[in-house]
């Protein structure tokens, strides 16, 4: 079974400029979460959906927003892009979004903004 | 918000050496979970301790998870090249809080 894909691998954009990054979730899986990785920190969360309702949202700024399709699929969407922004973005995804459920990762996206 | 501290920050060692990295807060926690990070790769979970005082063995690498719930190590016995990468302890942010809070890491290097 494909495990969570995302896409595009990497991307480079410039100050100002909009981004859309997507996710697939694993197949049965209702949950999908995002989380940002600078360069030498841990992941840090920025959103949770479930049944395409938003669950949680961590400590990032309305530029940052996401949405969840009926096929469980997701984008996180970032608009007026900073530098602070590169990171490598995650998406995992889980069975039914249960706290202390495993969450299983994707590669992630490599933004890279200049 | 709770803060994960993860010691070392950065662990060079020669394969066959043991090692042990350390996890702690100032927080209780109903669970701690721990994931290693390849480069390139997202997180894999490892682990997930629950009870206060629990050990837990995975082949080479052992868990503990503090009698308080504040704390946890892992330890890896006789390193090989292939536990090179990025160690992280998590923990989910409060009771029905869906937010996962990672710590920076402990970025180990295995040498052959």
């Known amino acids: 079974d494909a495990g969570v894909t995302q896409s595009p691998t990497h991307l480079i954009k410039t100050r100002g400029q909009h981004v859309t990054l997507r996710c697939s979730p694993i197949?049965?899986?209702?949950?999908v979460s995002w989380y940002q990785q600078v360069l030498g920190q841990g992941p840090q969360f920025i959103f949770q959906?479930?049944?395409?309702?938003?669950?949680g949202r961590g400590n990032f700024p309305d530029r940052f927003s996401a949405r969840q399709f009926p096929n469980y699929s997701s984008e996180l969407n970032v608009n007026a892009l900073l530098l602070g922004d590169s990171a490598l973005y995650l998406c995992?995804?889980?069975?039914?979004?249960?706290?202390?459920?495993?969450?299983?990762f994707g590669s992630g996206t490599q933004l890279s903004v200049l | 918000t709770q803060l994960l501290e993860q010691s070392p920050q950065f662990l060079s060692i020669q394969e066959g050496e043991n090692l042990t990295v350390y996890c702690n807060s100032s927080?209780?926690?109903?669970?701690l979970q721990w994931y290693r990070q390849e480069p390139g790769e997202g997180p894999v979970l490892l682990v997930t301790?629950?009870?206060?005082?629990e050990v837990k063995k995975l082949k080479r690498l052992t868990f503990q998870f503090g009698d308080a719930r504040k704390d946890s190590s892992l330890h890896i016995t006789a390193a090989q090249p292939g536990d090179t990468g990025l160690y992280l302890c998590?923990?989910?942010?409060?009771?029905?809080?869906?937010?996962?809070?990672f710590g920076k890491g402990t970025k180990l290097s295995v040498i052959p």
């Open positions: 995992a995804s889980n069975p039914r979004g249960d706290v202390g459920e495993k969450l299983f």
């Open positions: 197949s049965g899986h209702k949950s």
């Open positions: 959906y479930y049944e395409k309702e938003e669950r």
């Open positions: 927080s209780v926690f109903s669970s």
């Open positions: 301790v629950v009870t206060g005082g």
């Open positions: 998590a923990a989910y942010s409060g009771a029905g809080s869906y937010q996962l809070t």
